[in-house]
Protein backbone atom coordinates (compact mmCIF):
# COMPACT_ATOMS: atom_id res chain seq x y z
CA UNK A 1 0.00 0.00 0.00
CA UNK A 2 1.50 3.47 -1.21
CA UNK A 3 1.83 6.17 1.64
CA UNK A 4 0.05 9.26 1.66
CA UNK A 5 2.67 12.72 1.21
CA UNK A 6 2.84 16.34 2.03
CA UNK A 7 3.68 17.74 -1.49
CA UNK A 8 2.66 21.53 -1.06
CA UNK A 9 0.78 23.86 1.18
CA UNK A 10 -1.95 26.39 -0.21
CA UNK A 11 -1.03 30.06 0.66
CA UNK A 12 -3.68 32.92 0.28
CA UNK A 13 -6.10 33.97 -2.84
CA UNK A 14 -5.04 35.68 -6.06
CA UNK A 15 -7.18 37.58 -7.83
CA UNK A 16 -10.96 36.81 -7.57
CA UNK A 17 -11.83 33.53 -9.59
CA UNK A 18 -10.47 31.50 -6.87
CA UNK A 19 -6.71 31.05 -7.73
CA UNK A 20 -4.59 30.08 -4.62
CA UNK A 21 -0.68 30.87 -4.57
CA UNK A 22 0.67 27.30 -3.67
CA UNK A 23 4.39 26.15 -1.86
CA UNK A 24 5.41 23.43 -3.45
CA UNK A 25 7.41 21.42 -0.90
CA UNK A 26 10.91 20.39 -2.90
CA UNK A 27 11.28 18.74 -6.07
CA UNK A 28 8.49 17.24 -8.51
CA UNK A 29 7.17 20.14 -10.85
CA UNK A 30 4.80 17.17 -12.19
CA UNK A 31 2.48 17.29 -9.07
CA UNK A 32 0.74 20.62 -10.00
CA UNK A 33 0.47 19.37 -13.41
CA UNK A 34 -2.92 20.54 -14.99
CA UNK A 35 -5.31 16.96 -14.71
CA UNK A 36 -3.48 15.83 -11.85
CA UNK A 37 -5.81 15.62 -8.48
CA UNK A 38 -4.25 16.27 -4.80
CA UNK A 39 -5.66 15.66 -1.42
CA UNK A 40 -6.47 18.57 1.08
CA UNK A 41 -8.91 18.70 3.91
CA UNK A 42 -10.82 21.32 4.47
CA UNK A 43 -13.08 22.38 7.55
CA UNK A 44 -11.82 19.06 8.85
CA UNK A 45 -13.14 17.21 5.52
CA UNK A 46 -11.10 15.05 3.72
CA UNK A 47 -11.47 16.72 -0.73
CA UNK A 48 -10.07 16.05 -3.59
CA UNK A 49 -8.30 19.08 -5.76
CA UNK A 50 -7.83 18.92 -9.57
CA UNK A 51 -5.64 21.23 -11.00
CA UNK A 52 -6.85 23.01 -13.69
CA UNK A 53 -3.95 25.07 -14.38
CA UNK A 54 -0.60 26.25 -12.78
CA UNK A 55 2.11 29.02 -13.16
CA UNK A 56 5.16 30.35 -11.68
CA UNK A 57 4.44 33.30 -9.22
CA UNK A 58 6.37 35.73 -6.83
CA UNK A 59 9.28 34.54 -4.41
CA UNK A 60 9.18 30.39 -5.84
CA UNK A 61 5.03 30.01 -5.30
CA UNK A 62 2.71 28.92 -7.70
CA UNK A 63 -0.48 30.07 -8.90
CA UNK A 64 -3.06 27.18 -9.03
CA UNK A 65 -6.24 27.40 -10.12
CA UNK A 66 -8.67 24.08 -8.98
CA UNK A 67 -11.52 22.70 -10.69
CA UNK A 68 -14.42 23.32 -8.63
CA UNK A 69 -13.09 26.32 -6.84
CA UNK A 70 -14.94 29.74 -9.01
CA UNK A 71 -14.15 32.62 -6.15
CA UNK A 72 -12.12 34.15 -3.65
CA UNK A 73 -14.40 33.06 -1.09
CA UNK A 74 -14.65 29.40 -1.99
CA UNK A 75 -10.33 29.83 -2.17
CA UNK A 76 -10.12 31.23 1.03
CA UNK A 77 -11.84 28.36 2.77
CA UNK A 78 -8.28 26.05 1.29
CA UNK A 79 -5.95 28.63 2.85
CA UNK A 80 -3.09 26.91 5.00
CA UNK A 81 -4.63 23.56 3.94
CA UNK A 82 -1.45 20.50 2.86
CA UNK A 83 -1.45 18.98 -0.43
CA UNK A 84 -1.14 15.42 -0.11
CA UNK A 85 -0.46 13.09 -3.18
CA UNK A 86 -0.26 9.17 -2.85
CA UNK A 87 3.58 8.18 -2.62
CA UNK A 88 2.70 5.82 -5.73
CA UNK A 89 2.27 8.86 -7.96
CA UNK A 90 5.01 11.11 -8.12
CA UNK A 91 7.00 11.56 -10.79
CA UNK A 92 10.15 9.97 -11.02
CA UNK A 93 12.78 12.48 -10.10
CA UNK A 94 16.57 12.51 -11.44
CA UNK A 95 19.64 10.27 -10.08
CA UNK A 96 20.74 11.95 -7.05
CA UNK A 97 17.14 14.28 -6.16
CA UNK A 98 15.12 12.67 -3.70
CA UNK A 99 11.48 14.42 -2.09
CA UNK A 100 11.60 15.91 1.15
CA UNK A 101 9.48 13.47 2.64
CA UNK A 102 12.61 10.97 1.82
CA UNK A 103 15.00 13.03 3.60
CA UNK A 104 13.39 14.06 6.91
CA UNK A 105 13.86 11.94 9.62
CA UNK A 106 17.60 10.51 8.22
CA UNK A 107 20.05 10.20 10.87
CA UNK A 108 23.37 12.67 9.87
CA UNK A 109 26.95 11.88 9.83
CA UNK A 110 29.92 13.69 9.05
CA UNK A 111 32.50 11.73 6.66
CA UNK A 112 34.40 11.07 10.01
CA UNK A 113 31.33 9.02 11.43
CA UNK A 114 30.13 11.73 14.06
CA UNK A 115 27.11 11.55 14.90
CA UNK A 116 25.48 15.14 14.53
CA UNK A 117 21.41 14.17 14.88
CA UNK A 118 17.99 14.31 12.65
CA UNK A 119 16.80 15.76 9.46
CA UNK A 120 13.96 17.69 11.32
CA UNK A 121 13.08 20.36 8.36
CA UNK A 122 13.96 21.24 5.19
CA UNK A 123 13.60 24.75 3.46
CA UNK A 124 14.73 26.87 0.44
CA UNK A 125 16.91 29.59 0.34
CA UNK A 126 16.84 30.12 -3.96
CA UNK A 127 19.96 28.97 -4.26
CA UNK A 128 19.77 25.42 -2.78
CA UNK A 129 17.89 23.83 0.17
CA UNK A 130 18.89 24.02 3.87
CA UNK A 131 18.44 20.83 6.27
CA UNK A 132 17.77 21.44 9.97
CA UNK A 133 19.72 19.21 11.97
CA UNK A 134 18.76 18.66 15.74
CA UNK A 135 21.38 16.46 17.65
CA UNK A 136 23.83 16.27 20.74
CA UNK A 137 25.02 19.84 19.53
CA UNK A 138 21.67 21.92 19.04
CA UNK A 139 20.38 22.56 15.57
CA UNK A 140 22.55 22.76 13.04
CA UNK A 141 22.02 23.94 9.18
CA UNK A 142 23.57 22.34 6.51
CA UNK A 143 23.66 23.55 2.89
CA UNK A 144 22.80 21.43 0.35
CA UNK A 145 25.78 21.60 -1.49
CA UNK A 146 27.79 19.26 -3.46
CA UNK A 147 30.66 20.31 -1.19
CA UNK A 148 28.81 19.88 2.02
CA UNK A 149 26.36 16.46 1.04
CA UNK A 150 28.53 13.27 0.60
CA UNK A 151 26.65 10.69 0.70
CA UNK A 152 22.11 10.42 0.71
CA UNK A 153 21.50 7.19 2.02
CA UNK A 154 17.94 6.62 1.96
CA UNK A 155 17.38 2.94 2.09
CA UNK A 156 20.50 3.07 4.92
CA UNK A 157 18.51 6.48 6.84
CA UNK A 158 21.52 8.59 6.72
CA UNK A 159 23.14 11.40 5.02
CA UNK A 160 26.91 12.05 5.30
CA UNK A 161 28.33 15.63 5.51
CA UNK A 162 31.86 17.19 4.59
CA UNK A 163 31.75 19.98 7.53
CA UNK A 164 33.07 22.99 5.94
CA UNK A 165 34.70 25.83 7.62
CA UNK A 166 32.02 27.65 10.12
CA UNK A 167 29.28 24.59 9.74
CA UNK A 168 29.89 23.38 13.57
CA UNK A 169 30.53 26.08 15.92
CA UNK A 170 33.20 24.86 17.77
CA UNK A 171 35.58 23.51 15.05
CA UNK A 172 35.90 27.33 13.66
Not at 59 to 71: A, E, L, Q, S, Y
Not at 89 to 115: A, K
Not at 125 to 140: F, K, L, P, Q, S
Amino acid sequence: MSRTVEVGRIGRTHGVRGDLYVERFGDGAGVLDPGKTLGAVRGGEPLQLTVVFCKPGPRGRWIVHFDGIHNRETARALTGSTLTVSESELPPLPDGRHYWFELLGLRVETVGGENLGVVEDIFETGANDIYVVRGDRGEILIPSTDDVVAEVDVPGGRLVVTPIPGLLTEDD
